[in-house]
Nanobody, 127 residues
Framework: QVQLAESGGGLVQAGDSLRLSCAASGRTFSNYAMGWFRQAPGKERESVAA????????YYTDSVKGRFTISRDNAKNTVYLQMNSLKLEDTAVYYC????????????????????WGKGTLVTVSS
């Protein structure tokens, strides 16, 4: 089992920055590809960014490319999502997720490729 706990969400204005953190406990964190997903009201959960076990490869959904950065610190069992130039449409509950699959496979499968989920943290972007 892996337990994931997100933090760092909140209310910000459009154009602001926010950094989400996800602390992992349980099984060896470095064995997992990690991802951030989000779910806006009335919409399906979607993948936002993902990173491989070593932190050398990343994927991003098109809408956040150039604005968001995913990173991880395996010594601290933590994965981060730095979000810059936030837009109204970034408003959502953000979920941290872990997968034993490869990064590519995690990205291909999306929600279906996740083995462990955090409970989520709300990010609200206002105008």
């Amino acid at each position: 089992q892996v337990q994931l706990a997100e933090s760092g969400g909140g209310l910000v204005q459009a154009g602001d920055s926010l950094r989400l953190s996800c602390a992992a406990s349980g099984r060896t964190f470095s064995n997992y590809a990690m991802g951030w997903f989000r779910q806006a009201p009335g919409k399906e959960r979607e993948s936002v960014a993902a990173i491989n076990w070593g932190g050398s490869s990343t994927y991003y959904t098109d809408s956040v490319k150039g604005r968001f950065t995913i990173s991880r610190d395996n010594a601290k069992n933590t994965v981060y999502l730095q979000m810059n130039s936030l837009k109204l449409e970034d408003t959502a509950v953000y979920y941290c997720a872990g997968s034993l699959r490869t990064l590519r496979r995690l990205w291909e499968l999306g929600v279906g490729g996740i083995d462990y989920w955090g409970k989520g943290t709300l990010v609200t972007v206002s105008s």
